[in-house]
Antibody, heavy 119, light 106 residues
Framework: QVQLQESGPGLVKPSQTLSLTCAVS??????????WNWIRQPAEKGLEWIGR???????NYSPSLKTRVTISIDTSKNQFSLRLTSVTAADTAVYYC???????????WGQGTLVTVSS | DIQMTQSPSSLSASVGDRVTLTCRAS??????LNWYQQKPGKAPNLLIY???RLHTGVPSRFSGSGSARDFTLTISSLQPEDFATYYC?????????FGQGTKLEI
């Protein structure tokens, strides 16, 4: 059964770049009808979809974040990554990675990682 | 952008109650609507996809319906473990979006 695990710094300074990685285990990131997502959730608030990437490298981003977001995939390491530039306190959140199954939905999620933006 | 609006924002209910949660899309999304359950400190879990299809392992007391812009999630008989926050999510456009959530409380 596939599992996802987020990793990266828990503290980022304002104006800097947030970088997270999602390691995929129990299955190959480059096979199957899947797409790989990032979602975030500020404390006590709702879920915000950030973007997704297919194994082909095709990406889609949230319009509200697209100028600051890059999602990439590394099939050799079986992982995908998130970069969010010019962060502010408003980017403080739990960040989740999730696998989307084509024709289904966001089926498999990581446990989430808290990123705090503060000086 | 497609905006998703859930109602109510919170709902008080009791074990055994039948409850219905609502989700409305700002544009038609066909049946591309999914429901998730989230408990405090945990990642969301998929309940329903394609508006009415029960995800594997989800109890049959959960059901979904709707199409175009209006959707509902019904729990036929609330169990103690169902008290959580529920989110709808559209997968119609290339840019997904979630509703703001409905918190189901005792």
């Amino acid at each position: 059964q596939v599992q996802l695990q987020e990793s990266g710094p828990g503290l980022v300074k304002p104006s800097q770049t947030l970088s997270l990685t999602c390691a995929v285990s129990g299955g190959s990131i480059s096979t199957g009808n899947y797409y790989w997502n990032w979602i975030r959730q500020p404390a006590e608030k709702g879920l915000e979809w950030i973007g997704r990437i297919y194994s082909s490298g095709t990406t889609n981003y949230s319009p509200s974040l697209k100028t600051r977001v890059t999602i990439s995939i590394d099939t050799s390491k079986n992982q995908f990554s998130l970069r969010l530039t010019s962060v502010t306190a408003a980017d403080t959140a739990v960040y989740y990675c999730a696998r989307g199954d084509v024709d289904i939905a966001l089926v498999t999620w990581g446990q989430g990682t808290l990123v705090t933006v503060s000086s | 952008d497609i905006q998703m609006t859930q109602s109510p924002s919170s709902l008080s209910a009791s074990v055994g109650d039948r409850v219905t949660l609502t989700c409305r899309a700002s544009h038609t999304i066909s049946s591309n609507l999914n429901w998730y359950q989230q408990k405090p400190g945990k990642a969301p879990n998929l309940l329903i996809y394609a508006a009415s299809r029960l995800h594997t392992g989800v109890p049959s007391r959960f059901s979904g319906s709707g199409s175009a812009r209006d959707f509902t999630l019904t729990i036929s008989s609330l169990q103690p473990e169902d008290f959580a926050t529920y989110y709808c999510q559209q997968s119609y456009s290339t840019s997904y979006s979630f509703g703001q959530g409905t918190k189901l409380e005792i």
